[in-house]
């Protein structure tokens, strides 16, 4: 990996701020908590020369591995340690014998975004900025780039997490289809207490760029870095910024009202109402509606953010009473996989929330 050793940008502290930032307002409710994120990322930026590079400084036919994390994030029982992330990798490599050029996230996050960063500082590969998604999404299959179309595509997947000391840890290697590895990750992220790292579906160069979403990592900086200037001057400049950024819009603003949250299956599952704005959410939020009249519905970014504070406020961060803003930003600005219009993806996010979604996919 000498001949990348200048390729791209160094991925700094610096850029580190915006990448959570960004990531976390990206995650549109999931993608877990931007401190967690920072915890592992930190690590990464400090240990070695990290570089963000483009899917263009590879080959095609390289291989990149999707780096994840997967659970519940409002699950209580979460374990998880560097080693942890490290290890997804080398238990794939123990089983599988194709070289690694690079390390690509499965989504935006707090957590998410920074996926994989400290794996690829240990192995001294480089991040490639072609994420499986430029937005959090509920499940698994969702995050694999279509694969799950692809006829006779067989995955590999290695799961680590859970506390050793309570006999949780679990430490996972799945071969066979998108779907049914996917759903025995759940499983063993909820034996784990709630969350395990993951290293999955091993894919060319070429395939990452046409059906992921290039660019996703340095539109999240670049979405931090407008709403963290804003936010110099007042929480109402950093929303503003961040909406021209993002073309998008306040859809309300207001304290959280008739809030609920589930962890069922893996996964959290909700609601809650914001100045007669009604949210629901599984992990990621997934409709905004006002008087019976439907303003914003998933892949559409949805977000919350603390009207005091300007945190971005994730799912399972929310509580009732916190006085929020609530934003959107219409699919078509953000940086999306095309398995994000795939209605047979969606349909389980409507079997829970029972809400329609499929039938906006156009709108």
């Known amino acids: 990996m000498d001949k990348l050793k200048n390729k791209g940008i160094r991925l700094t502290e610096e850029l580190l701020d915006a990448a959570l930032c960004g990531g976390t307002i990206l995650g549109g409710g999931g993608g877990g908590d931007a401190k967690k994120g920072r915890k592992y990322a930190e690590l990464a930026v400090q240990y070695t020369d990290l570089r963000l590079i483009q899917p263009e400084d590879l080959k095609d036919d390289d291989i990149v591995l999707t780096a994840s994390l997967v659970g519940a994030p409002n699950a209580e029982n979460q374990f998880m340690t560097p080693r942890d992330l490290a290890r997804t990798v080398e238990i794939l490599q123990k089983n599988c014998d194709f070289p690694i050029a690079g390390i690509i996230t499965n989504e935006q996050g707090g957590e998410a975004t920074v996926n994989g960063w400290l794996q690829a500082a240990i192995l001294g590969l480089p991040v490639v900025d072609v994420p499986c998604n430029g937005r959090a999404h509920p499940t698994g299959v969702m995050g694999s780039m279509n694969l799950h179309k692809v006829k006779d595509y067989k995955t590999v997947q290695a799961c680590v997490g859970g506390n050793p000391d309570t006999g949780n840890h679990v430490e996972c290697f799945f071969e066979g289809s998108i779907e049914h ?98 949210l629901t959410f599984w992990n990621e939020y997934a409709t905004a509606e006002k008087d019976g009249v439907r303003l914003a519905t998933f892949p559409d970014l949805i977000m919350t953010i603390n009207a005091e504070t300007g945190e971005p406020v994730t799912t399972a961060m929310m509580e009732e009473g916190l006085e929020v803003y609530v934003i959107a930003a219409d699919k078509k600005n953000l940086r999306l996989s095309p398995a994000m219009y795939a209605p047979e993806l969606l349909k389980a996010t409507e079997d829970v929330i029972k809400k329609e979604l499929i039938s906006y996919l156009d709108k």
């Open 181 to 278: 590895t996917s759903k025995l990750v759940r499983l063993a992220s909820i034996e784990a207490g709630g969350l395990v790292a993951v290293a999955r579906n091993p894919v060319t160069v070429s395939y990452a760029k046409e059906n992921g979403a290039p660019g996703g990592v340095q539109f999240a900086i670049e979405t931090g870095k407008a709403f963290l200037k804003g936010l110099e001057t007042s929480v109402e400049e950093g929303i503003q910024q961040l909406c021209s950024f993002l073309n998008g819009k306040v859809l309300a603003k207001g304290k959280t009202e008739n809030f609920s949250i589930e962890t069922t299956g893996g996964f959290d599952v909700g609601y809650a109402t914001v100045d007669g704005c009604e």
